[in-house]
């Protein structure tokens, strides 16, 4: 079947750590996107990319980094800089970029300790 | 920032029940996409209507847009308790797709 898989399902951060959240795709598909969504909110777009070795920011990107070397990977590095990382992330992809429609995985939840 | 805004937040119904929500936005439109989220999990895709359209159905779904007053409901028929989750307007301006902060739907068996 194909999807998307976003690791591990559940993170927690120390004070001072970066940690990284694992996006895998096996649709064949170009775009790849970072949410955050916070409780009871919409998402927040952190990054995206519409092909490989190139990526954009989103509205939210400070305190995150992304790397494409793969059209199958897209992972979200969540860096200490990020002063407020609770949250619930998403990843999600699509065709091509331009509005289509998006896949999503089931999300990672990331706490601090 | 979102663009699409829902309405109501939170809605609660028998099974059996038709549900509609709506969702208002501000800037023109590509298209306008509606994805349901069960709690705890990812968003999936439920409809896409193009900014020429109307009025689109798929199953239980009815989607409609006005682009004159910048809104669209989706309405559930015979809703199930299987319905019960989140439902996102995402509206997509010159490839920047915005969500909607959701409509929260409690359908009670």
């Known amino acids: 079947d194909g999807g998307i898989t976003q690791s591990p399902k559940y993170l927690f951060r120390k004070e001072g750590q970066n940690v990284t959240l694992s996006c895998e795709q096996n649709l064949n598909h170009d775009a790849m996107y970072w949410y955050r969504q916070d409780p009871g909110q919409g998402l927040r777009l952190i990054y995206y990319s519409q092909i490989v070795n190139d990526f954009q920011k989103g509205d939210i990107a400070e305190g995150y980094s992304v790397s494409r070397e793969k059209k199958e990977s897209f992972p979200l590095t969540v860096t200490s800089a990020q002063k407020n990382p609770t949250a619930f992330y998403l990843c999600?992809?699509?065709?091509?970029?331009?509005?289509?429609?998006?896949?999503f995985g089931d999300g990672t939840r990331l706490s601090i300790l | 920032s979102q663009q699409g805004e829902e309405d109501p937040q939170a809605l609660s119904i028998q099974e059996g029940e038709n549900a509609t929500m709506n969702c208002s936005y501000k800037t023109s439109i590509n298209n306008l996409q509606w994805y349901r989220q069960n709690s705890g999990r990812g968003l999936v895709h439920l409809i896409l209507i193009r900014s020429n359209e109307r009025e689109k159905h798929s199953g239980r779904l009815r989607v409609t847009l006005d682009t004159s007053k910048k809104s669209s409901s989706l309405l559930i028929t015979a809703s199930r308790a299987a319905d019960t989750a989140s439902y996102f307007c995402?509206?997509?301006?010159?490839?920047?797709?915005?969500f909607g902060a959701g409509t929260r739907l409690t359908v009670k068996p």
């Open positions: 995402a509206t997509d301006n010159n490839n920047d797709m915005r």
């Open positions: 999600a992809s699509s065709i091509t970029g331009g509005g289509q429609p998006q896949h």
